[in-house]
């Protein structure tokens, strides 16, 4: 059985985003989008670490032969942790600079599959990007004003990508050369019930996905179908990332972002780190192939 959401680290982020456990050493990373911040969180000891960023930071993923591949506003870089170091790995939207680099995931191969996205959410200037070792691919998902995800099925045959505003969840089947085959919709979810933030994928092929302004994240089946509701006692929750030996505990990051006074009064915790168990266990993330 699902376990309540207990909070593990009431740091009270921002705009928390960006959630991985990284097998490695054992530890959750995650970022604060608009404190510009990384952290890392140690379940097993309680050590918690923090760096500052010089832009916003949407994500960042393993990357082989050590660091993480980082999301900022400005491009893709490359995270030392040892040091504190990023180094610019690639520009992207560099005719944008009201854009930035909002969600993303590792597949099998080594890629990098993310979003972009108009700062102030209002232009439809976002679109879905493919980093392939050193190349730069922009998809034919495009004219999204918040781009979320993307998520890759646990055999990486299939992308499942968020349009926030437009409250859906969509899917592509990824083709052997890392193209992108037609993209078809999943799962279509009213503005009174939330809006759909980051989504992760578990070992069964369950779409989790995180609700802002919701109160929840929620399960659906490949196909669409709602599964499961896990209730929080916040409203925002942005991502949940799946860690610990067994990989069923799942971490998610919540926000305290333009939530007004008497809102905060209602939600002391928002913004805070929170963990429950899940009945099924998560997928590692492979990878950054350099």
């Not at 930071?57 to 591949?69: I, Q, R, S």
Request: glycine fraction near 12%; hydrophobic fraction near 40%.
């Amino acid at each position: 059985m699902t376990s309540e959401p207990r909070l593990v680290w009431d740091l009270k982020a921002d705009l928390g985003e960006g959630p991985v456990w990284v097998e490695r050493d054992r530890a959750l990373w995650f970022t604060d989008i608009k404190r510009q911040k990384i952290y890392r969180f140690d379940p097993q000891s309680g050590e918690q670490a923090a760096w500052d960023a010089p832009e916003q930071v949407g994500f960042l993923l393993p990357a082989e032969g050590g660091g993480f591949v980082a999301g900022l506003q400005s491009g893709l870089h490359h995270f030392d942790p040892d040091s504190g170091q990023l180094s610019l790995i690639a520009r992207v939207d560099e005719d944008l600079p009201d854009n930035r680099l909002n969600d993303g995931v590792v597949d099998a191969k080594g890629r990098i599959w993310f979003g972009t996205m108009d700062n102030s959410e209002r232009a439809r200037n976002g679109a879905f990007y493919c980093f392939d070792r050193g190349e730069l691919k922009r998809t034919h998902l495009t004219g999204i004003a918040i781009t979320n995800g993307p998520a890759v099925s646990p055999n990486s045959d299939r992308l499942y990508w968020v349009d926030t505003i437009g409250g859906t969840i969509s899917a592509c089947d990824i083709i052997a050369d890392g193209e992108l085959g037609p993209s078809r919709e999943l799962v279509r979810i009213m503005p009174g019930e939330g809006h759909p933030d980051g989504p992760t994928v578990d070992s069964e092929g369950g779409i989790w996905i995180s609700l802002y302004s919701g109160w929840e994240a929620r399960r659906y089946s490949p196909d669409g179908e709602l599964l499961e509701k896990v209730a929080f006692p916040v409203s925002n929750i942005t991502k949940i990332a799946f860690g610990g030996p067994d990989l069923r505990s799942a971490f998610a990051t919540t926000a305290r972002h333009l939530l007004r006074a008497d809102a905060l009064e209602q939600q002391p915790l928002a913004g805070g780190l929170f963990r429950f168990e899940a009945a099924v266990a998560g997928v590692a993330s492979p990878l950054v192939a350099l």
